[in-house]
């Protein structure tokens, strides 16, 4: 682990002195925000470090900050009880808190906000080769570039993205799947705030987007992004894996699989290998 937290490693394991980190930048965040999203300005937060954005904007419930960036988490979480590699200064931690009124809304809210990031991603300048993975998990060439954890707080929903961006090689020895960064992608030095000020503004877009038209606009996107459509996949559920074909989602968020029969069932929740 790095003892200092302003320094980090580049991918060939040197320390990167701080001035070289890219820190995330509010004003250049707040450039990249359109005139309605702007409004939330004053409502943005970026901290140094924290455990979790979401735990941050979860125990803050009243001081009035609804979206928080960190440049570390200590206490990161992913999916399934997962831990988020969360070093200092390299990826994006974003989480956002919205009010919630309907419960059943939660599968769509994250395929929406999962399509919202890969809308960002190409604004940033990735054009090829993303896909996503129900529910949410953001994949580039069959490696995992970033996630999303939705967490409920009283009548909010707190909405979190990782997105990796710089990894540093010697913290990934906790990562149990096959991952990739924007800098492998691009093969050049990230714009971290550019890209976090995009990721916001696609976001807040699509919640909105959501809040007003649900997930219906979006089946089509979905469809062309869906990594696991019309092939053999394996359901990981709590009670057991459930296995058949891919078929997408209906119009709650729900996926879809048809069985050996040919009866097509839907899910509301589990990870999705495409190992059989
Ligand atoms: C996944 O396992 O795919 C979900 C990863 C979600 C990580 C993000 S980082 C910002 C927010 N804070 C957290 O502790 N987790 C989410």
């Known amino acids: 682990m790095n003892k200092d937290p302003k320094e980090t490693l580049n991918k060939n394991g040197n320390t990167i002195p701080a001035k070289e980190v890219e820190l995330l930048d509010k004003k250049i965040i707040k450039k990249f925000l359109n005139s309605t999203n702007l409004t939330f300005a004053d ?17 803050n419930i009243k001081n009035g900050i609804e979206i928080c960036f960190a440049e570390k988490q200590t206490a990161g979480k992913g999916q399934l009880g997962r ?23 939660l599968n769509g809210i994250s395929l929406a906000v999962a399509i919202a990031t890969v809308e960002a991603l190409k604004e940033y300048g990735i054009q090829k080769g ?41 913290f990934t020895a906790g990562i149990n799947q096959a991952w990739c960064d924007i800098l492998q992608i691009t093969k050049s030095k990230p714009k971290r705030s550019e890209l976090a000020g995009i990721l916001l503004n696609q976001i807040l877009t699509s919640l909105f987007e959501f809040q007003h038209n649900g997930l219906k606009p979006l089946l089509k996107k979905w469809h062309n992004l869906d990594v696991s459509y019309n092939k053999k996949i394996t359901l990981i559920t709590p009670q057991g894996k459930i ?32 190992k059989i």
């Open 83 to 105: 831990k988020w590699v969360s070093p200092f200064g390299t990826n994006i931690y974003l989480s956002i808190k919205k009010p919630i009124k309907q419960y059943q809304e």
């Open 243 to 274: 296995q058949g074909i891919g078929k997408g989602i209906n119009e709650k968020g729900n996926l879809l699989i048809q069985n050996a029969q040919g009866e097509i069932e839907s899910f509301v929740s589990g990870e999705v290998s495409l």
């Open 130 to 170: 993303i896909s996503l993975k129900w529910p949410n998990d953001i994949i580039w060439e069959k490696q995992k570039l970033g996630g999303i954890l939705i967490e409920l707080s009283n009548k909010n929903i707190v909405v979190g993205i990782g997105l990796n961006v710089n990894m540093p090689p010697n």
């Open 43 to 59: 409502k943005i937060i970026v901290l140094k470090e924290t455990t979790s954005t979401n735990d941050y904007l979860i125990k």
